[in-house]
Every structure is written in structure tokens, then in C-alpha cells.
């Protein structure tokens, strides 16, 4: 007999890995939800508060700038406290502030909601990419970080089937209410799911260095790694081939928001203004082009794995170019549904990388930090894709604002190419 069986301590690890995973993929996957309802009703949110379409756009943009703050204070946090423990602090401020949009009066509380619904959508992403890489082994950390994408991809999914049934029923405000959901996610993630191997061993570590310090005055090793996770953000730009590196991540990211986020917020109304669609077709139109960013990336995440992370990127990108321009000289039903389902694989399926990506390129006591403040000043850059786009498109057309946006991903290829070091398969640190 050959088989042997896995060893308790195996078994256990594997257990603690997937709930990692699901807690990251749960919690990302509200984000998504609520970020494409938004989409969905903000002409119903504009006609009921009287808001000018700069106003209905600005709440997009603010929620994004929101999670630019959000990176920075819970990804610092997160190295400081841990990844757990800060993951459950951020769903539960997006959810009890999402919740509080449904409350509204007008303009200015709604954005204050929006802004610090942000905060906490900012902090999500990147705390749970780093405890799915921090769980997971080398040989599968492209392939479990996107996973991690693939839960915005599922929420988002389930904002374009259910915004076009329940919408009707219980309102805009209703559908915030629903926001109120993830606070039970953080109570799973709390009762659940504990820090990874690494980030304890390191948190142990820098205690026994502080405890030296004290006692023997030291101030050399030991005093480095006790103020680091004080610190954190420092070792972004800690020396020039690091801070060379964490511009190319910010570009990386910058793009990939820009892009998704001028699309997607803007893709249904286009579709219902140039062809006639309603609120439904329009759903469907944008479930298909999701469920090609989902496909994206998975097939992203295996490639990165086996081919390493620049190819994966390159292709992606140089995909990108391509079928950004080629949807915008699309005219008929059937070829937007396709076009739509390929382009959506090429701009999105890059977010099935960053995860691992980051967290190779970062130390343990910096990679919460890392993987929250590169990610969300992409997502900054990338809440001004909607009010660009809109811009573009009222002043020239759609078609127009799309081939601006099939453009940009050349400066993603030259940041890859001259910015990013490959780093598949490294040991984290």
C-alpha cells in the first residue's frame, strides 16, 4: 500500500487556507456588488435628490478616492494588528455605511456615506490578498490570489441579474439596505479565521526585538524590525529599485482601474441610449462581458503561475489595446455580446495577478501596506474614468471615449516591461 495519509497538521493548514480564501473572496465580492448598483441606479438616485449628472458621477469618484484613505490607514493597520482582525474592521465600516446610504436626505450626507463606504472598501482588497498569499504555497499563489478577483466579479454578476429585478420593488434606498450584509461576513471572518503562520512568527519576532531594546538597549537589528510595522509605508520607497518598482505597480493598477471602472459604470447607459436596450437587456449585455472578465481572470491566474507574472501581464495588456478598439466599432446585438465577453477578459483579467504580484515584491511587515496603498491609488486614478469617459463621450462620442481608453494600456506594457522585476515562485520574507 502506497497511500499515505496527509498528516493532521496538513489537514489543518489546509482547512485554515480556504477559509482565508473564502473570507477574501466573500468580502471582495460585496465591494463588487455594491459598486455596480451604484452604477445601476444612479439615474434613479439623480431624479429623486435633483442631482446634476456631475453630482451622480462625483459619487463614483468619491467612493474611489475614499479607498485611496482606506489603503492607506487599514493596510498599515493590517501590518501592525494583523490581517484578520483589520479585514473584519473593513467590511464592517463599508457595510454600516452602505447601509446608511438608504438614509439620504440629499447630495451632501450621500457623499459623506459614499466617501466612507469607500474607506472601508478600500481597506478589503488588499488585506485580503495578503492573508490569501501569506496561507497559500508559492506553486498556487497566482492562481488563489485570483480568486480573490473572481469574488468582485461574482458580486458584481449578481448586481447586474438582481439591480433590474429588485430595483423596481424596493427602491434605490432598498438596495442599499442590502449593503447591510456583509457585517455578517465580518463576524465569520472574526469566528473563523486566524493570522497566518508568517505574520505571527514576524509579530513574535519583533516582540522578543522590543523586549531586548528595553532591557539591553539595543539598537541595531533588533530596533529595525520593532519600528517597522510602525512604519510600514517607508519600505515602499525604501531605496531606488524599490521605489522604481512601486511606480510601475502604481501604473499597473492605475490603468486596470481607469479602464474597468470607465467602463463599466458607463456600459449600461450607453447600451441603453445608442441602442435602445432597456434596464434589463442592458443587465444581460453586462453579465455577459463579466462573465468574460471572470473567465479572464482564472485563465490569468494559471498563466501566471506556470509562465510567470510579466508574460501573463504582457499579454494581457497588448489584449487589451486590441479589443478596447475593436468594441468600440462594434453595431450589432450579437457582436457586442461577444466583443464584450473577449474585451471584458483582456481589461479585467489582470486583477487576477496583483495579488500575488505585490506580495512577492514586499517584506511580511510591509505587504498589507503594499498590496492596500499601490492598489488604491490605482483605484483614485481609476474613479476619474467614469467623469473622463462621460466627458469624452458628451463632448465627441462613446466610440471616442473608447479608443482614449484602448490607449492607455500602452503605458501599462512599458511599465511592465521596464518597471516590474519577476519574482514567480520567490519565498515571502
Request: aromatic share 10%.
Amino acid at each position: 500500500m502506497n497511500a499515505v495519509s496527509s498528516p493532521p497538521e496538513t489537514v489543518q493548514r489546509r482547512g485554515y487556507a480556504g477559509r482565508a480564501l473564502l473570507a477574501s473572496v466573500l468580502g471582495y465580492a460585496m465591494d463588487g456588488f455594491d459598486l455596480l448598483i451604484l452604477g445601476f441606479m444612479l439615474p434613479a438616485i439623480a431624479m429623486d435628490l435633483h442631482l446634476s449628472s456631475t453630482q451622480a458621477g462625483s459619487l463614483v469618484t468619491w467612493t474611489l478616492v475614499g479607498a485611496v484613505a482606506g489603503g492607506v490607514i487599514f493596510g498599515m493597520l493590517g501590518d501592525h494588528f494583523g490581517r484578520v482582525r483589520v479585514l473584519a474592521w473593513t467590511i464592517l465600516v463599508f457595510a454600516v455605511f452602505t447601509g446608511l446610504c438608504a438614509l439620504a436626505q440629499g447630495y451632501a450626507d450621500l457623499l459623506v456615506y459614499r466617501t466612507m463606504a469607500g474607506i472601508g472598501l478600500g481597506g478589503e482588497f488588499g488585506i485580503g490578498m495578503t492573508l490569501v498569499a501569506e496561507a497559500w504555497p508559492a506553486a498556487q499563489r497566482a492562481r488563489v490570489s485570483s480568486y480573490v478577483g473572481l469574488g468582485w466579479q461574482l458580486g458584481v454578476l449578481a448586481a447586474a441579474l438582481l439591480t433590474p429585478l429588485l430595483l423596481p420593488v424596493i427602491g434605490w434606498r432598498g438596495m442599499f439596505a442590502v449593503g447591510l450584509l456583509p457585517a455578517l461576513v465580518s463576524f465569520f471572518v472574526r469566528r473563523r479565521v486566524e493570522e497566518p503562520l508568517l505574520f505571527t512568527e514576524r509579530a513574535e519576532r519583533a516582540k522578543d526585538a522590543q523586549r531586548t531594546e528595553g532591557a539591553e538597549g539595543a539598537k541595531g537589528a533588533g530596533h529595525d524590525a520593532a519600528s517597522a510595522p510602525r512604519a510600514p509605508i517607508r519600505r515602499l520607497v525604501a531605496d531606488a529599485r524599490t521605489a522604481r518598482t512601486s511606480l510601475g505597480v502604481v501604473i499597473l493598477c492605475s490603468v486596470q482601474n481607469f479602464g474597468y471602472y470607465g467602463l463599466m459604470i458607463w456600459l449600461p447607459g450607453y447600451l441603453s441610449k445608442a441602442f435602445g436596450y432597456s434596464l434589463t437587456k442592458s443587465g444581460l449585455w453586462t453579465a455577459a462581458t463579466v462573465a468574460g472578465m471572470a473567465a479572464g481572470i482564472w485563465l490569468f491566474g494559471v498563466a501566471a503561475d506556470r509562465f510567470g507574472r510579466k508574460p501573463a501581464f504582457l499579454f494581457y495588456q497588448a489584449g487589451a489595446v486590441a479589443m478596447v478598439f475593436v468594441y468600440s466599432q462594434l453595431a450589432t446585438p450579437f457582436a457586442l455580446l461577444v466583443g464584450g465577453m473577449v474585451m471584458g477578459a483582456f481589461v479585467n483579467g489582470m486583477i487576477g495577478g496583483y495579488g500575488a504580484l505585490i506580495s512577492e515584491l514586499y517584506p511580511t511587515e510591509a505587504r498589507a501596506t503594499a498590496q492596500n496603498v499601490l492598489f488604491n491609488i490605482g483605484r483614485a486614478v481609476g474613479g476619474f474614468g467614469p467623469v473622463t469617459v462621460g466627458a469624452l463621450a458628451a463632448r465627441y462620442s462613446f466610440t471616442a471615449a473608447l479608443g482614449v481608453l484602448a490607449s492607455i494600456y500602452v503605458l501599462d506594457i512599458l511599465a511592465t516591461l521596464f518597471l516590474i522585476p519577476e519574482r514567480r515562485g520567490a519565498a515571502l520574507e
